[in-house]
């Protein structure tokens, strides 16, 4: 019984999954953002232009992930239990949060993450 429970959930995890950029720089994660076929920056069916985005995300961090869910929620965008779970209603926040200012992209961007309170920003030396 429990295995096959298992199974859908493996699954629809690795469904939701990001790509890879190839060609990131060490230790950056990115993900993208959707476009119009017709863009310049994609092939047709491709998607669209990367975006950097928290690595702790993108290697699907239920600890992080939580930290989106009760910052999401804190802002009205996000009503659940912070699951950990980087699930449809996550994602559905993420992009709502994002809106006109952000990729358009259920993967949290890494200046919104910041905006978030959520990833670090470095301080100016001087």
Known sequence: MIRALALPLLLAACAAAPETRRDA????????????EASLDAAPGVGGAWFPAPCPLMANDPLFVAQVQRALAARGLYRGEASGFYDAATRDAVRRYQGDAGPDSDWLSLDAARRLGLVTVARDAG
């Open 25 to 36: 720089p060490p230790r950056q994660c990115h993900a993208r953002a959707a476009m119009p």
